[in-house]
C-alpha cells in the first residue's frame, strides 16, 4: 500500500493513509472490505484486500478531485455545489476540499432517495469565524423548514429539490455580510525557531551527524492532529 520502504509508520501515516483506505469502501462501495482486511490472518489475503483498498481509494481521491472543480465567482463569499453524480458518501469531502481550496464556506448538496421521494442531502464546511448552524438559522427562516445539525465549522442538512436556488441565493448572500478579511487565509503559530537551529541539525545537510536532537525533540509531540498541530515551515 506504498509503506514498504518507510521505516517507521507515524501518526499522518495512520490520519492520512491507512485511515482513508480503511474508510473508502464504506463511502463508495461496501465497508466489509475493510473489516474482511482487519480480521484477516493470512497474510497473503490480507496484502490482497489491502491492494483492493488501495484501488478504491484512489476511485475516491479522482472523484473528489473531479466534482472539486469550480467556478468561484470572487464577489460570492459561499459555495452551493450540486453534482447530480456524486455519492453521498463523498459530499463532505467533497465540500471539505473547496473549503480548503478556495477558503470560503462550503454546501455540497446530492440526489437522495428519501421515502420514495428525492430529496438533496449533504455536507458543509466552513472557515473560521463564519458558524455554519447560525447562517441556516437565518435561512430557514427566509426560505422555510430544512434539516441540518452540526457545528460552527461542520454541518449536514436535508433540502426539497425546490428549495435548491432559494438556499443557495440565501446562503451566499448571509456569507457575504462578513467582511472580506474573513475569507482571508490566517497562519497561527505559536513561536518561530532560527533557521540556523533547523539546518544545524539537518540530515540532508549533515549527513556525518547521526544524531539530531531538535528533530528528535519535535517528533516526541505526535501524535499531531485537532488541537496539536503538525509544526509548520
Known amino acids: ?9 507515524t501518526s ?3 490520519a492520512f493513509s491507512f485511515g482513508p483506505m480503511l ?8 465497508p466489509q472490505f475493510s473489516y474482511r482486511l482487519l480480521v ?4 497473503e489475503k490480507a496484502k490482497r484486500f489491502a491492494g483492493y483498498l488501495k484501488q478504491i481509494n484512489q476511485i475516491r481521491k479522482e472523484q473528489i478531485t ?7 465567482n470572487e464577489n460570492h463569499y459561499g459555495i452551493v455545489l450540486c453534482p447530480e453524480n456524486a455519492h453521498i458518501g463523498i459530499a463532505g469531502l467533497i465540500a471539505s476540499k473547496l473549503c480548503e481550496q478556495y477558503y470560503r464556506p462550503s454546501v455540497v448538496l446530492v440526489p437522495f432517495e428519501k421515502e420514495e421521494s428525492t430529496v438533496l442531502k449533504g455536507s458543509a464546511r466552513s472557515v473560521s469565524g463564519v458558524h455554519l448552524v447560525k447562517i441556516f438559522q437565518e435561512v430557514a427562516k427566509e426560505i422555510g423548514a430544512f434539516e ?3 457545528h460552527e465549522q461542520a454541518a449536514g442538512l436535508t433540502l426539497l429539490p425546490e428549495q435548491l436556488e432559494p438556499f443557495r441565493e440565501a446562503f451566499i448572500r448571509h456569507c457575504n455580510q462578513f467582511p472580506k478579511e474573513r475569507f482571508v487565509r490566517q497562519i497561527e503559530y505559536d513561536g518561530e525557531i532560527d533557521i540556523e537551529e533547523l539546518v544545524r541539525h539537518h540530515p540532508e ?7 539530531y536532537p531538535f528533530i528528535k525533540w519535535l517528533l516526541s509531540f505526535e501524535p499531531f492532529g485537532f488541537g496539536n498541530k503538525e509544526p509548520i515551515s
Open 1 to 9: 500500500i506504498g509503506m514498504e520502504e518507510k521505516d517507521s509508520i
Open 12 to 14: 499522518s501515516d495512520v
Open 23 to 30: 474508510n473508502a469502501p464504506g463511502r463508495i462501495t461496501n
Open 40 to 43: 484477516e490472518k493470512d497474510i
Open 66 to 72: 473531479e466534482l472539486s472543480v469550480h467556478e468561484v
Open 148 to 150: 441540518f445539525g452540526g
Open 205 to 211: 545537510q549533515h549527513p556525518e551527524v547521526t544524531d
